[in-house]
């Protein structure tokens, strides 16, 4: 019997036995080790960057135009890889974004100017974009099949993955040179895809039975598609609030616990980590989060949980209730973009994930220059603030999306 046919009797009442449930599994944890790989690396590259900084001779303004490439990459790819993923299946989309995204990792390495680093950060941010669309438009068609909201938990793969990679870049930086660090993590990354690409390669993206009060093609189709561009960018919008608040704590979260709370250096830098620890453990819980509150009460809670946290995280008077606001707003943010991406593939397929990542991830971009113009401005904590004022804006549109989300 062809494999689609196996995963197509994996969904409740099928008759195809206990294959396709196995299939599923198979994929499920598949899917999960490319989320970690893809954390893993992103990781392992971002500790690299003051050596190669130092290497290429670049001030921070070239570096941080050289930078840009891969965001510039990433948006320009995430644009086309739904296109790719409807006409060559998310899966062979995944594998070879991975193992474009493994060998370019070694690239910035190689380099001696700010202008060869930022092309060949051209060549890593479209890999990396394009991985991050096909996964997770993998990861919408998987969680359709299983019926259950497991998005979560892929989400909390690639945060464990990066956790990962960062840990094992400080350990490895004093003795190990970019070059061999980044040529290493090229192995690992070609090696975990070797050993999981298969499983994605054989199988299918399963496909879930029409419901039998689906309407049929045609104008009631043509109405959806209308709706559901509106939906997809009203998503787009939750997850740029979201990922806002994750660019904006990277980058200036640890800074305004040494400038502004003159916090020791190594409680400084374990803000970030306890921010992220606390985004981790969200998501691992996220799937029975979701099952006994749905996705409205989900986007609302963890909109006004984020805001209320990151109030205290800018606004208090020591570095100990600041960690415990960061903390409050990990957990709060956790959920909120892997809800929000998901519900836009579960609309609009590949493309609806395309859209809303690219939003997404706009806003990771936005963060950090806008809370740099807004310091100079007013303060650093006054800046800070803006990441609980889109936390609470993602709310009030989980909330006004209420109609399209499955509650």
């Known amino acids: 019997m062809p494999q689609l046919n196996k995963l197509r009797t994996a969904l409740p009442g099928g008759l195809g036995g206990n294959t396709a449930p196995l299939s599923s599994a198979r994929l499920r944890t598949a899917l999960t080790v490319f989320f970690a790989l893809d954390g ?93 669309v096909a996964m997770n438009s993998a990861a919408v068609d998987l969680v359709a099949a299983l019926r259950r909201p497991v998005m979560p938990s892929f989400h909390a793969a690639f945060s464990l993955g990066g956790m990962l990679g960062a840990g094992l870049g400080g350990l490895v930086a004093g003795g190990l040179s970019p070059s061999v660090h980044l040529s290493l993590l090229t192995g690992i990354g070609l090696g975990v895809t070797a050993l999981a690409g298969p499983v994605l390669l054989r199988h299918p993206a399963p496909v879930p039975p029409e419901p039998a009060d689906a309407p049929p093609a045609g104008r009631s189709a043509q109405r959806l598609s209308g709706r559901a561009r509106r939906v997809v960018l009203l998503f787009g919008l939750i997850a740029l609030c979201t990922a806002y608040g994750e660019g904006a704590l990277a980058d200036w979260g640890a800074l305004h616990l040494e400038q ?66 960061f903390a409050v707003t990990g957990v709060g943010l956790a959920n909120i973009f892997p809800v929000a991406v998901g519900r836009a593939g579960e609309l609009a397929g590949p493309g609806g994930v395309a859209a809303a990542s690219t939003l997404g991830y706009g806003g990771m971009l936005l963060g950090p220059p806008a809370i740099g113009f807004l310091a100079d401005w007013f303060s650093l904590p006054v800046a800070l603030t803006t990441v609980a004022v889109l936390a609470a804006a993602a709310a009030a549109l989980g909330y006004g999306a209420r109609k399209a989300a499955l509650t």
């Open 260 to 325: 502004d709370l003159h916090a020791r250096p190594g409680v400084a830098a374990a803000g970030y980590s306890l921010f992220a620890l606390a985004m981790t453990a969200g998501r691992l819980s996220g799937t029975a989060l979701l099952e006994r509150l749905g996705q409205t009460r989900t986007l609302v809670a963890g909109g006004a949980m984020a805001a209320a946290g990151m109030l205290l995280g800018s606004l208090a008077p020591t570095a100990w209730l600041a960690l415990l606001g």
């Open 40 to 132: 893993f690396l992103f990781a392992g590259w971002v500790v690299r960057i003051p050596a190669i900084k130092h290497q290429t001779g670049a001030s921070a303004a070239t570096l941080g135009l050289a930078l840009l490439g891969v965001s510039a990459g990433a948006v320009v790819t995430m644009t086309l890889t739904g296109r790719l993923c409807r006409r060559f299946g998310s899966h062979a989309v995944t594998v070879v974004c991975a193992v474009l995204l493994s060998l370019s990792i070694a690239l910035p390495a190689r380099t001696h100017s700010a202008l060869s680093l930022g092309l060949v950060l051209l060549l890593f941010g479209a890999a990396y974009g394009g991985a991050n």
